[in-house]
């Protein structure tokens, strides 16, 4: 296994999770944000606050607690990836081991599972499982969400080579943006209602 922190180049820009998820809600937010550089305030935001503090709590509590009905048979929490191939970071909440021998991101979401899972949730799966497997050099399938409002419900979320073509073009579309290309804006206008941007946002 090799070291996350071998190959981080500071020098280089590394895209988060958070990152991608604004830019799947609307392209045009990496532009504001990154090459403008005018801020959302997103520590405000009730439920980030919230979320970091169940993040913290669960460390605390499942420290050693193995889920073995998932077929768990070791884990880490809190594992800051960098992926040098793709040019990403994050840091998950868990990294299990299976029985099988494939590893699988575990991340505790602030929210109440309400019969679907949000391609933003699926999008973080997706860029953890290909940094574990960059780092870990082991299969990753798929990932675990548990939503922690409402019984902390588990739901397993399956990662195809279909999800995996996709994320890598959106990664691509992404730098040409911080490489100064102004993207269309969404085309779901109700998003732009109480957009931080909107007043600015050239249509």
């Given amino acids: 296994m090799k070291s996350s922190q071998s190959f981080f180049n500071e020098n280089t820009y590394y895209i988060t999770p958070s990152d991608m998820i604004e830019f799947n809600y609307c392209k045009r937010f990496i532009y504001y944000m ?6 959302q305030y997103e520590e405000k935001r ?3 606050i919230k979320g970091r503090e169940i993040h913290d709590k669960k460390e605390k509590e ?3 607690y193995l889920r073995k009905k998932l077929g768990v048979i070791d884990k880490e929490i809190d594992v800051l990836l960098v992926s040098d191939k793709y040019k990403i970071r994050g840091k998950v909440d868990e990294i299990l081991t299976l029985a099988d021998k494939t590893m699988a991101p575990l991340d505790y979401k602030f929210a109440k599972y309400e019969d679907k899972i949000y391609n933003t949730y699926k999008t973080q799966m997706i860029m953890y499982s290909l940094m574990i497997k960059e780092i870990y050099d082991v299969d990753v399938k798929k990932g675990f969400l548990v939503y922690c409002r409402g019984g902390n419900t588990i739901k397993e979320v399956d990662i195809s080579e279909r999800d995996i073509l996709k994320l890598e073009k959106d990664l691509k579309e992404y730098i040409k943006i911080l490489d100064g290309y102004y ?10 209602v109480d957009c931080t941007y909107r007043n600015i ?3």
Avoid at 34 to 39: C, E, M, T, W, Y
Avoid at 183 to 192: G, M, V
């Fill in 201 to 203: 946002c050239i249509k």
């Fill in 34 to 39: 990154k090459i403008l550089g005018i801020s």
């Fill in 183 to 192: 993207p269309k804006a969404t085309n779901t206008k109700r998003r732009c």
């Fill in 62 to 64: 499942n420290r050693e």
């Fill in 46 to 48: 009730y439920k980030v």
